[in-house]
């Protein structure tokens, strides 16, 4: 009988592991920002008998925020029982476990490098469009909507909590597929 060849699965480009201390800050941090949240929607409850204009205003922002914090609650949660590595890069494809299981090939892939810069806020980070039915994680399902409703794509590869930085998760998708060029992007 003859030995079957076995393939040899190339090793990735990139790979990061996640950092269980960050993770867990950032789900405190969530958390108080759920906290502020209810505590804001109590006042704009008591508001809205004196004031009702104002009560609506911060049951507005307090529900909004109370979202947020939840989504952030529910994705941080959700990286600490996560597999390493979290992030891998290879020539097959991209697998973010915060996003996905599967594995996601070169052609379902759409994506850019996006550095921010206001007064308010800097950001280094990579957007992506997938093409394809691909089972995604249901935090970053609801995060994904979020992301269409203020005009961004829908997905991330974020470098929190990963001890990686922006640049070498850009260079290491370079390697298989070009950023595509977008006006305003």
Known sequence: MRAMARKRVPEPDLTAHPNALRCAFALVLWALMVLAALMVVAMSI????????????????????????????????????????????????????????????????????????????????????????????????????ANRLVGRPPYSVLTFALGIQTDAIAKAMNRYKRPETMPGG
């Open 46 to 145: 008591e508001l809205l008998a004196s004031v009702p204009w104002a009560g609506l205003i911060f049951l507005a922002m307090g529900l909004a925020t109370g979202a947020a914090g939840v989504i952030g609650v529910w994705g941080a949660l959700d990286m600490l029982r996560l597999p390493a590595p979290i992030l891998t890069i290879g020539a097959d494809g991209l697998r973010d476990r915060r996003l996905s299981e599967a594995l996601i090939p070169w052609d379902a892939i759409r994506w850019r490098r996006v550095i921010l810069s206001t007064t308010r806020a800097n950001g280094d980070t990579v957007q992506m469009w997938i093409d394809g039915d691909f089972p995604i994680r249901p935090a970053m399902r609801a995060l994904a909507l």
